[in-house]
């Protein structure tokens, strides 16, 4: 069974450090790839997604994932956070031929500090 | 037009009460989902409808009925409902077909459901 690991439930960063949200999953086949970000009280929104193709995924926001398929990996990245970035983030598979479900990973809460 | 609809943002109701949650898209998806979300945790996924035909049901108890009166259109009936059901529902939407970019779901802003 597909499963998806985020490392750290929470993040922490100084406003204009980088940002690095850690993603691993678990597939034999690389699924669809996706990163959704949360703000209090909203609905998810997309940030990017890797399907195929180049590996580094360029996003909404500044933001950017590079797939590993060697390290089975989707790690999100911004090169400089700002305060507006404090949310909770939610990487996310789905497999190529499995049907309609998104397996969720437990989400990571950034808060950005001034 | 890119947006999932969902009205209304907040409901409270008794555990006596029926309540419906009602989602709305234009952008001509033919999967529509509802999913659960309690506080700090991931979205659950309870029913997926595709082509307007329940197609998962993710063992929701019978207290949550969806329907899906055209393609457009997404509802979730409440009856008889616990205090744990109180989360965030939120409904989403994706094209579905052939080739990866179909596979994207948007989400709406979610109900805000509070049972007394």
């Known amino acids: 069974a597909q499963s998806v690991t985020q490392l750290g439930s929470h993040v922490s960063v100084s406003e204009g450090a980088l940002v690095l949200l850690r993603c691993n999953y678990s597939s034999s086949v690389p699924p669809y790839l996706f990163w959704y970000v949360q703000y209090p009280n909203q609905g998810l929104q997309l940030l990017l997604k890797y399907t195929t193709g180049a590996t580094l995924v360029k996003g909404i926001n500044g933001f950017e994932a590079e797939f590993k398929k060697s390290e089975t990996s989707f790690h999100l990245t911004k090169p400089s956070a700002h305060m507006s970035d404090a949310a909770e983030y939610f990487c996310a598979v789905r497999p190529h031929r499995g049907g309609f479900k998104t397996i969720f990973g437990a989400g990571t809460r950034l808060f950005v500090k001034a | 037009d890119t947006e999932v609809t969902q009205t209304p943002k907040h409901l409270v109701m008794g555990m006596t009460n029926k309540k419906s949650l009602k989602c709305e898209q234009h952008?001509?998806?033919?999967?529509m989902y509802w999913y659960k979300q309690k506080a700090k945790k991931p979205p659950e996924l309870m029913f997926v409808?595709?082509?307007?035909?329940?197609?998962i049901n993710e063992s929701v108890p019978s207290r949550f009925s969806p329907e899906c009166p055209n393609s457009s259109l997404l509802n979730l009936h409440l009856h008889a409902l616990q205090p744990e059901d109180s989360a965030l529902y939120l409904c989403?939407?994706?094209?579905?077909?052939?080739?990866?970019?179909?596979?994207?779901?948007?989400f709406g802003p979610g109900t805000r459901l509070t049972v007394l």
């Open positions: 952008m001509g998806h033919r999967a």
């Open positions: 989403a939407s994706s094209q579905e077909g052939s080739g990866s970019s179909y596979n994207e779901q948007f």
């Open positions: 409808y595709s082509y307007e035909k329940l197609s």
